[in-house]
Structure formats: structure tokens, C-alpha cells
């Protein structure tokens, strides 16, 4: 039962992100995106990693994904989008070694049958329990680093769109709007 | 009689008149307002209403029969004039139902516009009402009695205009008025009271119906909605109709006239003409013109194949036959038609007055006859007519005559083969000449004889005429007072007296006398004519002359005509003449007319091999005279405009034209190109006006005028007494409502295509009679008619399926065999 | 007169009362202590207390809005001005009707029209009065004018139909003739005065 | 004793989806009577006794509608779009235990249909996925209104999901589980939630208010304003999925605020479990009608301002507290 849905969950995905690469239209490419977000979390619930499954799901789907949309409602959605390839054998060497890399690096250790678990799973512990021992023990220091710079990026953000925003333009106008524009 | 021309002053404006002229007159020709209800324009005063009361020269006088004087100071209202006049409304109003919400004159009603304009607001008298009913005097008039304010106008006019004289005043049967009354109220308010509880109007024969000829003219004066037409009570009211200003087209008289239409029914929104009106002030309708109006050529289409096949038979076409009743621009086109395609036309009435006049013109050297009927009307005193019927050919010809012994105190010769015990009727000083057909020339003689100067006449008239006079002798008695002296006892003592009276005696005496043998040959006693004539002739000055149709188809008419040229030059008469259909003038001026010939026919609505007709009867359909625009040519020498009242959704002759590549855009486009060399004028049919100012102006189309011609010298025959016409005769002629087709279509018109004869003969010949003319027969109904006398028959020509102009030839009279039909 | 009269069109009865509000709070924190004393004043829980009060209302005191329309029907008004009604004379039960034919003339809308002809009572008979309800107005002229007080506008506002002509026959409007006694009539403009016998004068009615 | 089968599974699916369709389908009828009475009208009266087949009449009209596509718009996006939104509320819904666990004709039945011992936060991932339903649909109707609403699916959404999984941070904290089976039990030894976070039970409740996409919050199809939002174009039964999703997530909503803050299914004094927790279920629900009937629309950029600068800071600051608390 378990390869089976595995075997489902990789085609499905594998394809999905086809579409996204191959598909010209903006909406086929975000929404099988979204869908191949939603089957990645699926991949995690076979593995009993049921936390992980659905952060994928709040965090890629809910958000990542709905903040891309946000972006794409700027295009027209029922155009085709044409791509500009000047050098398509670069984008297909660089893709294609990156992919590789890859494979590589997280096929390596299993050819190799050297993997470990280094923290082995707690007994008793549930699933999100054990995802936050290992976070506030052994990742403890990356995971307060990735906090830290998240906040920073957070900030920067909210400082560089936040220039100007006291400036309502429905607020102001005419002439006050010609200023500004001459003032930019 | 030419009269001075005065100044007056109206309520401080200076007015320009004529010595004799109403006061009434000079106001409302001057746009001066009074108040008038019973007085007609052009009839004399009836002193009814007494509300058109003013001051001249600080005396109370009825403006409608006072004559201005030069110089003369008029008011036309103060306080007291103000009073009487509101008491004479007051009165007017006692009793009139109120009923203004169904009346039919409710909107266009005198009595609502003068109660206004007088103010009138409470009511200060009263009496019991009298029982009146309403009654159908003929087939056409209905009389509300309630109504009625009996105010005369329908006698006046019917006297005075129509002559008939079919209705006055009788009995109303109402109280006596309060003899309190008398004191309090205004004066003429009293007597106009007394007088208007004590009459009603009735038909003046004694019956309940009127003997008359159906004009409807009494209607159009009546002020309140007592007389109305039969066909019109409670169908609509005045102000829903729309005024469509045109020329009625069913005789010569072109006679001005209002179509008044609305939509049909609530379920049909098609226009539908509703009655007639016309300005009764300054022209008045016959029957036919009043109540045939209804004739149109109604639910025409379009239909292409029919069009398609007229246009190949007026190709194929030898012959247009065609009447009258056409408007000059289609008479143009066809003689267009007849320059262009070479087709022959046939207009049988048209062609004998274009001929008539041909030679009237040869001989006087004018292109038409010089004098209009109008002038005729207003300014002669003694009228002549030769060859026409007048109670049946034209009835505004009959007015005239008529108008012109009341109002003009006139007299008038009457010469006709055929009898009318009407026209006597028109005045005391009204002879009638019953002479035999053919006999016309002699009737000229005549004229010549009276009014002319024997010695200034071309040598064969005056000894023609001197060959009739003769000296003889006749018996008159004479009264001459002889005294008598007779001895008397006194009663009371006895004694005897000698008293010398004077007693009346008869005496008889031989007298000599210039016997006329003119006269007597035109059926006339020639022993006391000459002391008639020298009655009528008193106090006359201006003498006219009216021709007619049955000179044109004479078989002498070219002598008749010369005949008339010299009454005209040596009488010094106005001269007129009736055209014998609606527009034959029109056509005569216009078109040149063929005889009758051989070929393939083409019939405006006539019968022919192909038949255009407007009376829905025919090939193809043609719009009727109120779906149409054009112009008329009447015999007053005016070009008349006319409109069309009803819708037609068919193909009209220009359409034709256009077929063949001869049209124009519209059938008025044409108007413009009538031939300016034979008295038109090149004007737009936009441009011409259509109707009557204040004092009675007629601004109507434009009038002709006809360039002379050159004169040709020609002699006078000598009369040939063989051309008089012996044995059973019958004269073609209309009853009085009947002109043509139209007439006959019309749904409130009776007078049936029959044999009109005396009543005598009538019975004499039984109700159904076979008419054997040389050229075929006819097989007829017979109808008495009451007004005609003597032993001629009339045949009625109006309908053209029936042929009537090829039976009976070139001659209104025809020698006839007849007898008693199945 | 100065234009500035013609400019104020404001036109109402110019009672307008200051609602003291708070000044709109600029700054952040300002707004912020709006929105936390607006949600602890419980404001939004008044609006919650209005309409749970108008449902239990409704649902317990029977006090419903609603009116079922095409099975209940609201009482008209007795002057309201809907479809015509021609009305018949009390005594002879006759249609008051005379065609005098004003109310076609004033008919702004052009609405209505009447045949007539002459009756063999010798009177003045209306063959077909219609009034085409697909242009009719309602303005109530046709009735003001109406001489005769024949026509007035009724209370049948109900005027879908399949067909116009569906209310625009004499017949459908004239009032039933087994219905006479109820034919109401009422006072006000265009009817007789109230003291209309002893306003009219003496005149030969009278006799 | 039967164990739970996978045919009990699929069984137990088919179930809720039958169940909570009719309910959302009634629920519209609720919804228009309750509405009705607050305005102090009737509400739908006449088709079956008190209008209790106007459902029927509905889904029959939903359903025979011409079912129609505008022409420029992405066909298949188009007509995707609503069985999302559908779908992902009924899928949130399986992970929501409503009933003690029972047995019934001798098999054991377990209330939940999947027991993740997750089931909070997939209820809240699948909620969020549930976005994508309104969102494509606007974007994929080619019509200008459809554009606004999916932007402000997008915009509501994503701030509204921080403020639901911040408010729900602090409970959490306090049970120590994910599952909604254990915040069930910790209901039977503790006072309801709502007593001890109230904080956290009002922003969840104004966030559930939006992402289920309730008035005063419906901003995304706001009539007034956008004419229908994404659902601008549809029509028939792809609008009635919609509808469906809209008003099973209601019913989620519910289900999720009466066993994290109310008490679930515990028995309540004589009340047993079922019966309490399906009184509050109606409660809940009925206080989204009630709020639809009392208080207007809030403006778009009030609502995301509130968002980010009110309800955020106030959960983390709950949360913080919360901790504190707990530390102590």
C-alpha cells in the first residue's frame, strides 16, 4: 500500500512540475505548483512525518504559494507567457547539474548505507514533540541563526515597503500628487 | 352698381367702407368685435338676436342693419349696451339643457362663446320649460328643438342663399313670460324673449319633413347644436377633429371646404373623415358637397403587377378617356402623356367647352368668359341664364341667382326647356322662359332685343329681330273712378239726402302694344310681358349673363357663342359661364381634346379596355379626390389648391408617369409647370393659400388669367328653326346631390341613378320605363320629382359605366322612344 | 435676489445637529486606543442585542412584518388612485358615463378613447371607452375633469396581466350592476360640494 | 468488537460528505430564516411546510441552470476552482472528531474519519489550501471583479491564517497536543478554554470569521463593492460549491471553536455529549448568522490593518503571557 501511494505521490508530482516548467500559461504553471506542494506534504504523512506534512501545507500552500499568486494577478492570466531562451543549452546545463548535484548528494549516503540517525527519536515522543527536540538541541544554534536573519529580513521588509506609506495618494490632491511626482 | 367709398370710426379707428355697407361688416372687416348671433354675412338682417346693438352717433341702432354713413361715430359698447347684451345671453340661457358635455357643438357653440365673453354668471330670469323634442327632417338634418335658440340664421340662409325657403319660424307652444318681466328687464332682452318663447323652427310645407335639396347648409350657420347632420349626432366631438382645408371637387364651383377627420374607432386608427365644414360666411355648400365626402379609395396597396400592367397598356394605349374630376397637374401629365406617347383624349363635357370657348374667343377676341360668379353675386341686380339647369347643373350658379333677388332686390330670366317650379320662387321679379330645345338663339335674341341698342346690332340680328316685333292690339281692363250720386234717407230724421260717391268700375279697353313674337315663340305671354319687363327693369343697373352647358353641346354653338359676344359688347352684360363638370375649365385650358375614336382604351375613371379608377372598381387603383393633392381650375377663374384628407397607400398618375419616364418627384411638382400662356401661374402648391379673411376676402390659389386670343371675323347665322327638337324629349341632367361617381359612392347621398320626370308624366310613365335612344337603350327607374314640370324627361349622367355622354351624342337633349319596362 | 439664493439647493429644512464624534485618530497608536476602548465599551454586542431583540420579538410576540401579498392583503387607502372605475348612477343604475369625450382630451398620455353614437333614446350612448393602461399615467386628470364624476380611479392596483386590454374595457371598469350598492363615493375635489342644494340657484330646473 | 476497516473509513467519508452537504444545504435555509426574523420578515414560506423544501427548490434551480463559461476565461481553471474550495473544506472537515467515539450494530466507531494527532494544524493547512479555490477562480474568470476578489482572497487569507494559527498558539501551549481528540479530554479535567483564553477564543473567532469568509468579513465577493467578487461569473452548481465549501468550513469553524474553547463533547451536567456538542455546533453557527444580520462591512484596508497591527500583536502577546504563565 505505502510504495504504491509513494509511487502515486512521485508521478503525480514529477508531472505536476512539469506542467509548472513546461506550460505557458501563468495560471497552469502556479496552480500545478500549488498542487505539487500539496502532494509533497502528502509524501510526508507516508512517512509518519504527519507535523512536517502539514507545516508543508500552511507554510508552501497557504503562504509561499498565495503570496506567488498575489504576484501573478500583475499579468494578464488568460495570455500565454512566451519565454525568451538566449542560450537554452546554459539554462539546460545548469538546471540539469544542479538537479544531479542533487541526486547526488542525497543519494550518496544511501549507496553508501552510512546514514545514522545522530539523534536517534525519542521514545514516546510524538511527532511535533520530536521535531522540537532536535530543533532545540542540535539545530538549536542554526535554527536561532535562520531566526534571527528571518527577523532581520522581516524588518528590511517591512522598512522598504513601508517608505512612503503614510503617502495616500486618494488622500491628496491634485496638485499635491504633481508635487510628489516632482519631487521623485 | 358702383358705390362711394366713406370713413367711419369704430370705437376710435378710422374704417374705410362702402356707402351701404353694414356697420357689422366694416367692423369685422376692420377686426372690430360685435357680438353678433343671428346676422349672416351675405344675407339680409334678421333682427333675431338684437345683441349687436351699438351706438352710432349717440343712437342705439342694430349694427347688422344699419348702413354706415360717411363720417359716422361708432361704439360698439358702454355700460347700457353692456347690460342689454348680458340680458339677451341671460335669456338665451333660460332653459338650454345644459348638456354641453354631449353636444355636438360643445367647443365651436356660439351661445357657450358669447355666455363667456358676456360674462354671464347667474341666471336672472326664469319660466317653465316647454316640452321639445327632436325630429329628422330629411335624410340628412336633425333638429333638437331644445337646442334651439331660434335665432333664424338656418331661415335667413335657406331663403336667402339656397333659395329652398324649406324651413321658419312656428309655434313653440311655451308660457307667456311674467308680465313683471316688462318693467324690470332691458328692453330688447323682453321682446327677444317673447319672441324666442313663443317659436320654434319647422319645415315651412306643413309636414314634418322639409321639401328641399338637402344642403345642409342650415346646419353649418346654426350657432348651438339644435341643427346638426343626421350622420354626425353624438359621433365625436368638435375639438377631437383635425381641419383639413381643401377644395370639394364634385362640381365646377370648387367650393371651399373643411375635411374634418379623426381616427375611426377605438379598434381602427385610420383617419376617417367625419363631416364637412366650410366658411359659411363667405361661401356656401351644396348636398353633394356637405354630405359626399365619404368616397375614398380606401385599403390600396401597392401591387406591383397591376402597376406593371397599366404602365404596358398606357403604352398600348390609342385612347385616355377620362372626366372631369381630375386636378389640373393630372391633367397636365396627360397631356403630357399625349405629346409624348400620342395617345388620344377623350373628354366628352371638357371638350365641348374648350370648343364653346374657342369660339366665344374668336369672336370676342378673350380666351375666357370675363366675369367670375362672385362679382356676378355681389354687384348684379339682374341676372340672365341660358341653357343651364339651374337647380341642378351648379348649385352655387342657383345661389347666385337666387342671392341676387333677395339681396341685390334683383330680377331674373330664367330661359330653359325644361320646367322648375322652384326658380320662380326666388323672387316676384323672376321670369321663366319653358321654350323648346333649340330654340337658345332666339333666347339671345331676346337679350339683344331688351337690353341692346337695336340700332348699334349687325344688320341680320336687328332685322331678325324686328321681323318678330309686331304693333297689335289687346284688351286691358283698367278701374277708373266714376262718380256716382245717390239719394240717401237719413235714419234719424228722416230726410233725404243727395250723396255723390266715387265707386271703383272696371272698364275694358283696346289698347295697342308692341308685340313681341321673340316671346312668345320662347313660350311666354308676350301681351303683358312688355309692362312686366318695364317693372323689372326699374331701378337696375348692372346686368349679367350665365351661360351654360346645354349651349355647349348645341348643335349651334358656334353662332351661341358669337350670339354671346355681342350680348356681352352690346348689352354691356357680365358674361359667365358654367363649366359642366368639376374641372372641365381646368381640363379645357389644359389639355387638347380629341372626338371620339376607334382603339385600345385606357379610362381614368371611366370604363375602358383598361381602367385606372379611384373608385376601387378598376385595374389599378387611383387616389380619390380627398386622398389627393392638386389643383382645381372653378368656374370663377381660380386655381384652387386642394389636400388630401385621407391617407392612400396605391400608385398615383405621376407614378405612372414615372413608370414612363415622364414624372416628376411629386404629383405637386407639377404645379409649378402648369402653362403659364394659358392663365396659370408658375407657382409652388406649397405656396398657395387656401382660405377666407374677415371680410371676406378669398384668398384661395390665385386666379387665372386667360391671354386673349386673336378675334376672328365671323357673321352671325341666321336662326334655323330646324334644329328645334319636337316629340318625347330627354335632357341629360343630374339629380340636384348627384355630379359623378363620387357622389354616388357617398353613404349619405340617395338620389338614385332613375328617370326624374314631372309628376304627371312620372305616373304617365309608371315606375319603370325602357329609354330607346337612336344609339342603344336603357331601361330605367322612374322617379317623380316635384320641382320639375313639363313633359321632358331627365336621364342622369353621373354614372360613367352607363355611358350616357355615347347615347345621348353631341347634345344634352335627345329624341326618345319610351316605354314601359318590366 | 442674489444668484447665490438659486445655488443653495438645499432645499430640506436645514436642522442639521453636529453629532459630537471623536476626531479621527492620525497616528497609529491613537487608532489603536480607538479600536481597544471601541471593543471593550462592547459596542458591536448593542448591535447583536437589536437584532436578537427584533427576532425574538417577531418569533414570540408575533410581531411579524411581513405580509403574505398575494394571499393577505394590506387594507388600501379608500382615495387611492389605481385602476379606473367607471361608476353608474345610484337611481337607474345607468352608466354615468355621457362621452363627452373631456377625459380623452386632457389624457396627457394619450391613454384613452371612446366611441359614441346616437342612442335610440335619443341620447348620447358610449359604444367603447378603453384606456390603454400601457401608456395611462395614473395622473388622475380623466377623473378631475370628469363633468359626470363617472370616472375615478379605484383601489385594483393588481395590474399584470396576459393582455392590456385585460382592465381597459367600459365593461371591466364600469361597476357591476349587482354591486350598485356598494358603489362608494367619496368627497373631496371634484365631487359635489357639500353644499351644492343650497349653492344652486333658482333656475328653471327648478319647475 | 470490529475494528475500524478501510471500508469503514471510505464509509465514514461518503457519511460526512453526505451529511454536511444536507446541513450545509439547510444551513442555507437557517441562514435565510434566521436573517428573516432578525429583520422581522418571514423568510422563505412557501415551498413545503414553512418553506422547509426550498432547499430542494434550490438545489433543483442550482442545478438545471445553464451552466455556463465566459469565453475568454481558463476553461479548465475555471471550472477546477470550485470543487476546491469544496474539497479542501470537507477534507479539513475529516480530521474534526464532532462526536464521542461509539459503537453502533457492534462495530466500533471512532468520531474522527483520519485521527492525525495533528488534526489542529491540518484542519488549519487544509482551510489555507481552501484559498486556492476563490483565488483561481477569480483569476482564471477573465472579468475584473473576479481579479479584486481573488486579490483579496489572497490578501485575507494569508493574514488571517497568522492570526488563527497565533491565537490557537496559546491553547496549544496550554494541552500540549495537536490533536483534537486531547483537547477534547482536556476539557473533562479542566474549565472550558474560552474561561482561561478568552483572548485567544475572540481572535479566533474574528479569524474564522474570515477565512470562512463571513460577513462583516466577506470581502472577497462584498456585493456592494465588487458585484459578486470571484464568484462574479459562475453560476448553477459551480456556484453551489461554493456555497458548499463556504458553509462547511462554517460548520469546521464551529466543530473547531466548541472543542478547542467550549467544552467539546464532554458531557455537560445532564446534557450528554453529543446532544452539548451539537448545541454548541448550532450556537456557533448561529452566532455567524447573527453577526451577518447586526453589523455591517468593514472596509479592506481597516480589515487588514486590524489584521497585522491589532489581532497579531494581541495573539502574540497571548502567547507570550500564555507562556510566562506556564513557565510559573
Known amino acids: ?184 | ?822 | 435676489m442674489s444668484l447665490e439664493h438659486f445655488k443653495n439647493r438645499n432645499v430640506g429644512t436645514q436642522n442639521y445637529r453636529m453629532l459630537d464624534l471623536d476626531p479621527t485618530p492620525v497616528t497609529g497608536w491613537g487608532q489603536f486606543k480607538q479600536v481597544v476602548r471601541r471593543s471593550l465599551s462592547l459596542e458591536l454586542l448593542v448591535g447583536l442585542k437589536v437584532t436578537l431583540r427584533e427576532m425574538l420579538k417577531a418569533l414570540l410576540f408575533g410581531k411579524m412584518h411581513t405580509t403574505k401579498y398575494p394571499f393577505e392583503k394590506l387594507p388600501i387607502g379608500p382615495r387611492y388612485r389605481a385602476i379606473h372605475e367607471m361608476k353608474r348612477l345610484l337611481e337607474s343604475g345607468h352608466y354615468r358615463c355621457i362621452g363627452c369625450g373631456l377625459c380623452e382630451k386632457i389624457c396627457p398620455a394619450d391613454a384613452i378613447r371612446m366611441d359614441t353614437h346616437y342612442g335610440e333614446n335619443q341620447r348620447k350612448e358610449v359604444s367603447e371607452y378603453t384606456i390603454n393602461f400601457g401608456r395611462c399615467i395614473f395622473c388622475g386628470y380623466c377623473a378631475e375633469v370628469c363633468p359626470e364624476l363617472a370616472i375615478v380611479h379605484g383601489g385594483r392596483y393588481e395590474t399584470a396581466s396576459e393582455q392590456r386590454a385585460s382592465f381597459s374595457l367600459f365593461e371591466d371598469m364600469l361597476t357591476p350592476i349587482d354591486q350598485l350598492k356598494s358603489q362608494r363615493e367619496f368627497p373631496g375635489y371634484g365631487s359635489v360640494s357639500v353644499n351644492a342644494d343650497t349653492n344652486i340657484k333658482k333656475t328653471p330646473l327648478a319647475y | 468488537m470490529m475494528e475500524v476497516t478501510y471500508l469503514g473509513i471510505i464509509i465514514k467519508a461518503i457519511l460526512i460528505l453526505a451529511i454536511i452537504s444536507a446541513i450545509a444545504g439547510f444551513g442555507t435555509y437557517i441562514e435565510r430564516k434566521v436573517l428573516a426574523f432578525m429583520q422581522r420578515r418571514l423568510g422563505p414560506m412557501h415551498v413545503g411546510p414553512y418553506g422547509l423544501l426550498q432547499i430542494a427548490a434550490d438545489g433543483i434551480k442550482l442545478f438545471t441552470k445553464e451552466d455556463f463559461i465566459p469565453q475568454n476565461a481558463n476553461k479548465l481553471m475555471f471550472m477546477v476552482a470550485p470543487v476546491i474550495t469544496a474539497a479542501t473544506a470537507f477534507i479539513a472537515l475529516s480530521a474534526v472528531p464532532v462526536f464521542p467515539d461509539f459503537t453502533i450494530f457492534g462495530i466500533f466507531v471512532p468520531s474522527i474519519a483520519a485521527d492525525v494527532n495533528i488534526g489542529i494544524l491540518f484542519v488549519l493547512g487544509m482551510m489555507a489550501a481552501g484559498l486556492y479555490g476563490p483565488l483561481l477562480a477569480g483569476m482564471s474568470q477573465a472579468n475584473k471583479w473576479g481579479i479584486i476578489g481573488a486579490a483579496r482572497t489572497a490578501a485575507q487569507f494569508i493574514s488571517y491564517e497568522v492570526v488563527t494559527g497565533l491565537s490557537l498558539l496559546a491553547p496549544i501551549m496550554m494541552v500540549g497536543s495537536l490533536s483534537l481528540i486531547d483537547f477534547n479530554h482536556y476539557n473533562e479535567t479542566h474549565p472550558w478554554m474560552v474561561f482561561m483564553q478568552p483572548v485567544a477564543f475572540v481572535l479566533f473567532l474574528i479569524a474564522g470569521f474570515a477565512e470562512t469568509n463571513r460577513t462583516p468579513f466577506d470581502l472577497l465577493e462584498n456585493e456592494a463593492e465588487i458585484i459578486a467578487g470571484y464568484a462574479t461569473e459562475y453560476s448553477g452548481m459551480r456556484w453551489g460549491m461554493f456555497f458548499i465549501g463556504e458553509y462547511a468550513n462554517m460548520i469546521t469553524v464551529s466543530v473547531l471553536a466548541s472543542i478547542i474553547f467550549l467544552g467539546g463533547y464532554t458531557d455537560l451536567w445532564f446534557i450528554p455529549g453529543w446532544l452539548a456538542i451539537i448545541l454548541k455546533i448550532a450556537f456557533m453557527f448561529f452566532l455567524m448568522l447573527w453577526v451577518r444580520a447586526s453589523w455591517p462591512h468593514v472596509r479592506p484596508d481597516q480589515f487588514m490593518w486590524l489584521a497585522w497591527k491589532v489581532l497579531m500583536p494581541l495573539a502574540v502577546i497571548n502567547v507570550v503571557i500564555t507562556g510566562i504563565v506556564i513557565m510559573v
Open chain 2, 1 to 822: 352698381m358702383m358705390s362711394k367709398n366713406i370713413t367711419i370710426t369704430i370705437d376710435g379707428i378710422t374704417c374705410q367702407a362702402q356707402e351701404g355697407d353694414f356697420i357689422l361688416n366694416v367692423a369685422r372687416a376692420h377686426g372690430i368685435f360685435i357680438p353678433a348671433i343671428c346676422y349672416l354675412t351675405r344675407c339680409s338682417p334678421t333682427l333675431a338676436c338684437r345683441i349687436c346693438l351699438v351706438e352710432a352717433d349717440d343712437k342705439r341702432v342694430y349694427s347688422c342693419n344699419a348702413k354706415a354713413k360717411d363720417g359716422m361715430n361708432v361704439i360698439t359698447q358702454n355700460e347700457a349696451i353692456l347690460e342689454e347684451r348680458r340680458a339677451i345671453m341671460e335669456v338665451y340661457d333660460v332653459n338650454h339643457p345644459l348638456q354641453c358635455g354631449v353636444c355636438d357643438q360643445s367647443g365651436e357653440c356660439e351661445l357657450q362663446n358669447y355666455t363667456l365673453e358676456l360674462g354671464v354668471d347667474a341666471q336672472h330670469y326664469a319660466i317653465p320649460d316647454t316640452k321639445r323634442g327632436t325630429a329628422d327632417w330629411s335624410t340628412v338634418l336633425h333638429y333638437d328643438a331644445g337646442l334651439c335658440i331660434v335665432c333664424e340664421r338656418c331661415v335667413t340662409v335657406c331663403k336667402d342663399m339656397i333659395g329652398d325657403a324649406a324651413i321658419k319660424t312656428g309655434p313653440r307652444g311655451g308660457d307667456p313670460l311674467d308680465k313683471a318681466y316688462k318693467e324690470t328687464m332691458p328692453k330688447d332682452a323682453y321682446s327677444m324673449w317673447n319672441k324666442l318663447q313663443k317659436s320654434v323652427i319647422v319645415p315651412s310645407n306643413g309636414t314634418e319633413y322639409t321639401d328641399c335639396s338637402d344642403c345642409g347648409e342650415c346646419t353649418a350657420v346654426c350657432p348651438v347644436g339644435a341643427l346638426t347632420e343626421q350622420d354626425f349626432v353624438y359621433q365625436t366631438n368638435a375639438w377631437e377633429l383635425k381641419q383639413i382645408p381643401a377644395t370639394c371637387a364634385h362640381c365646377s364651383s370648387g367650393c371651399h371646404i373643411y375635411y374634418e377627420t379623426k381616427h375611426t374607432s377605438i379598434e381602427n386608427p385610420e383617419e376617417k373623415i367625419y363631416r364637412v365644414k366650410n366658411e359659411w360666411n363667405y361661401q356656401s355648400l351644396c348636398g353633394a358637397g356637405r354630405f359626399g365626402y365619404d368616397y375614398q379609395n380606401s385599403h390600396v396597396t401597392k401591387e406591383k403587377p397591376a402597376f406593371d400592367r397599366a404602365i404596358a397598356a398606357v403604352k398600348k394605349a390609342d385612347i385616355i378617356r377620362f372626366n372631369s374630376v381630375i386636378t389640373n397637374e393630372e391633367a397636365l401629365m396627360l397631356q403630357t402623356l399625349k405629346e409624348k406617347q400620342g395617345v388620344k383624349l377623350v373628354n366628352p363635357e371638357a371638350r365641348a367647352l374648350q370648343s364653346f370657348l374657342r369660339y366665344y374667343g374668336e369672336a370676342s377676341g378673350q380666351g375666357i368668359y370675363p366675369d367670375d360668379f362672385k362679382t356676378i353675386m355681389k354687384e348684379s341686380d339682374f341676372v340672365i341664364t341660358v341653357g343651364t339647369k339651374l337647380r341642378n347643373d351648379n348649385p352655387n350658379v342657383r345661389y347666385v341667382f337666387n342671392n341676387i333677388q333677395k339681396m341685390n332686390k334683383g330680377a331674373g330670366f330664367y330661359f330653359h326647356p325644361v320646367g322648375d317650379t322652384l326658380i320662380p320662387t326666388f323672387g316676384k321679379s323672376v321670369a321663366t322662359f319653358e321654350h323648346k330645345p333649340g330654340e337658345e338663339e332666339l333666347a339671345m335674341y331676346v337679350i339683344l332685343d331688351l337690353f341692346a341698342n337695336r340700332e348699334a346690332l349687325p344688320e341680320l340680328v336687328r332685322k331678325t329681330i324686328e321681323s318678330y316685333h309686331s304693333t297689335r292690339t289687346k284688351t286691358v281692363t283698367e278701374k277708373v273712378m266714376e262718380t256716382v250720386t245717390t239719394t240717401q234717407v237719413d235714419p234719424e230724421t228722416g230726410e233725404e239726402k243727395e250723396v255723390t260717391k266715387k265707386v271703383p268700375k272696371t272698364v275694358k279697353k283696346e289698347v295697342e302694344y308692341d308685340h313681341n313674337g321673340l316671346v312668345e315663340a320662347l313660350g311666354a305671354d308676350a301681351e303683358n310681358f312688355g309692362d312686366l319687363f318695364d317693372k323689372m327693369m326699374k331701378k337696375k343697373e348692372s346686368f349679367a349673363l350665365i351661360l351654360g352647358e346645354d349651349l355647349y353641346f348645341h348643335p349651334r354653338a358656334e353662332n351661341l357663342a358669337r350670339l354671346a359676344a355681342l350680348v356681352e359688347t352690346a348689352c354691356g352684360m357680365k358674361l359667365a359661364m358654367v363649366p359642366p363638370k368639376s374641372n372641365s375649365l381646368g381640363v379645357a385650358l389644359l389639355c387638347d381634346l380629341d372626338a371620339e375614336a376607334e382603339g385600345y382604351v385606357v379610362g381614368y375613371n371611366e370604363p375602358g379596355d383598361f381602367a385606372l379608377s379611384a373608385l376601387g372598381t378598376g385595374d389599378l387603383d387611383m387616389p380619390a379626390f380627398n386622398q389627393q393633392e392638386g389643383t382645381l381650375t372653378t368656374m370663377n377663374k381660380r386655381v384652387v389648391p386642394t389636400n388630401a384628407a385621407i391617407e392612400y397607400g396605391g400608385y398615383e398618375l405621376n407614378d405612372l408617369m414615372n413608370g414612363l419616364g415622364l414624372g416628376k418627384t411629386l404629383t405637386i411638382d407639377w404645379t409649378a409647370s402648369l402653362p403659364t400662356d394659358r392663365g396659370f401661374r408658375a407657382v409652388d402648391f406649397d405656396a398657395l393659400p387656401n382660405g377666407y379673411t374677415n371680410d371676406g376676402q378669398e384668398h384661395r390659389g390665385y386666379p387665372l388669367d386667360v391671354p386673349a386670343v386673336p378675334k376672328r371675323a365671323s357673321e352671325i347665322e341666321a336662326f334655323d328653326e330646324g334644329i328645334i327638337l319636337e316629340g318625347t324629349l330627354a335632357y341629360r341632367c343630374n339629380p340636384q346631390r348627384q355630379f359623378n361617381d363620387f357622389t354616388d359612392k357617398s353613404h349619405q347621398i340617395f338620389e338614385a341613378f332613375a328617370l326624374y320626370a314631372s309628376p304627371a308624366r312620372a305616373e304617365e310613365l309608371g315606375e319603370r320605363v325602357v329609354v330607346e335612344f337612336a344609339k342603344g337603350s336603357l331601361e330605367l327607374d322612374v322617379i317623380a320629382e316635384e320641382r320639375i314640370s313639363g313633359a321632358i324627361v331627365e336621364i342622369p349622367d353621373f354614372v360613367s359605366d352607363k355611358n350616357i355622354y355615347a347615347l345621348f351624342g353631341d347634345n344634352r337633349y335627345a329624341t326618345v322612344t319610351l316605354r314601359k319596362g318590366s
Open chain 1, 1 to 184: 500500500m505505502i510504495p504504491f501511494a509513494f509511487y502515486l505521490f512521485a508521478i503525480l508530482i514529477t508531472g505536476l512540475f512539469l506542467v509548472t516548467v513546461m506550460s505557458k500559461n501563468v495560471l497552469y504553471a502556479m496552480t500545478s505548483l500549488a498542487a505539487g506542494m500539496v502532494l509533497i506534504s502528502g509524501l510526508f504523512f507516508i512517512l509518519g512525518a504527519d507535523f512536517l506534512g502539514v507545516v508543508q501545507l500552511i507554510v508552501y500552500v497557504g503562504a509561499v504559494m498565495a503570496v506567488y499568486a498575489f504576484a501573478m494577478m500583475f499579468f494578464d492570466v488568460t495570455r500565454d507567457v512566451e519565454e525568451r531562451h538566449d542560450k537554452p543549452w546554459l539554462v539546460f546545463l545548469l538546471g540539469g547539474g544542479i538537479a544531479v548535484t542533487l541526486v547526488v548528494i542525497f543519494a550518496a549516503p544511501i549507496m553508501g548505507e552510512t546514514v545514522h540517525a545522530l539523534y536517534p527519536p525519542v521514545a514516546g515522543a510524538t511527532n511535533p514533540q520530536a521535531v522540537g527536540l532536535v530543533l532545540f538541541t542540535k539545530y538549536l544554534l542554526p535554527f536561532e541563526v535562520a531566526s534571527v536573519m528571518l527577523l532581520v529580513a522581516m524588518i528590511a521588509g517591512i522598512i522598504l515597503a513601508g517608505k512612503k506609506m503614510e503617502i495616500s495618494l486618494s488622500a491628496m490632491d491634485e496638485d499635491m500628487i504633481a508635487d510628489t511626482k516632482e519631487h521623485a
